[in-house]
T-cell receptor, first 114, second 108 residues
Framework: DGGITQSPKYLFRKEGQNVTLSCEQNLNHDAMYWYRQDPGQGLRLIYYSQIVNDFQKGDIAEGYSVSREKKESFPLTVTSAQKNPTAFYLC?????????????FGPGTRLTVL | AQRVTQPEKLLSVFKGAPVELKCNYSYSGSPELFWYVQYSRQRLQLLLRHISRESIKGFTADLNKGETSFHLKKPFAQEEDSAMYYCALRGGAQKLVFGQGTRLTINP
């Protein structure tokens, strides 16, 4: 393991508050991703970034925002507009160029809205 | 539209028995298929991909374009195979589309 770190491991938030989840990688990967994992629904893509200073919405981007100012970092902000934010959030990265690139996953952050 | 379906949320088999985790996909182009696994208290990790055509931990998966399937198989299940398994498809860019997952339990 190692290479991709997410912090914190557990996060609690009051309704109406924004919260930012950290994701850092030292694999020199160009592409980074945020997924949400809910029981019975698998992983759903929130946002992804194929290169620094660029990112695209995934399938469930509403209520989330991201930035990609550095290659190593891809923080995810869960805003108060996200109607059901309690979930397990996974960050991933890949080389991002060419085909057949494996995605490597972080350990995840469990967010609970109180 | 890209879609991955894993029809079984839960699958339970006895140790030594064959196991097959089903995966069907929907994609109009030429897909790239993967199986990811998440063992208890561990990160999600790649198990195998159809491009490699290799056996990992005794598991194999064959891409059947006619049936749009990519089922994961192992002839003799072991207790350490108990985990959550996700089938995933990459159809364009670098995005992966995941199935809902199948929790495999191997009974002693």
């Amino acid at each position: 393991d190692g290479g991709i770190t997410q912090s914190p491991k557990y996060l609690f938030r009051k309704e109406g508050q924004n919260v930012t989840l950290s994701c850092e990688q030292n694999l020199n990967h160009d592409a980074m991703y945020w997924y949400r994992q809910d029981p019975g629904q698998g992983l759903r893509l929130i946002y992804y970034s194929q290169i620094v200073n660029d990112f695209q919405k995934g399938d469930i981007a509403e209520g989330y925002s991201v930035s990609r100012e550095k290659k190593e970092s891809f923080p995810l902000t869960v805003t108060s507009a996200q109607k059901n934010p309690t979930a397990f959030y996974l960050c991933a990265s890949s080389k991002g160029q060419g085909n057949h690139n494996e995605q490597f996953f972080g350990p995840g952050t469990r967010l609970t809205v109180l | 539209a890209q879609r991955v379906t894993q029809p079984e949320k839960l699958l339970s088999v006895f140790k030594g028995a064959p196991v097959e985790l089903k995966c069907n996909y929907s994609y109009s182009g030429s897909p790239e298929l993967f199986w990811y696994v998440q063992y208890s208290r561990q990160r999600l990790q790649l198990l195998l991909r159809h491009i490699s055509r290799e056996s990992i931990k005794g598991f194999t998966a064959d891409l059947n374009k006619g049936e749009t399937s990519f089922h994961l198989k192992k002839p003799f299940a072991q207790e350490e195979d108990s985990a959550m398994y996700y089938c995933a498809l990459r159809g364009g860019a670098q995005k992966l589309v995941f199935g809902q997952g199948t929790r495999l339990t191997i009974n002693p």
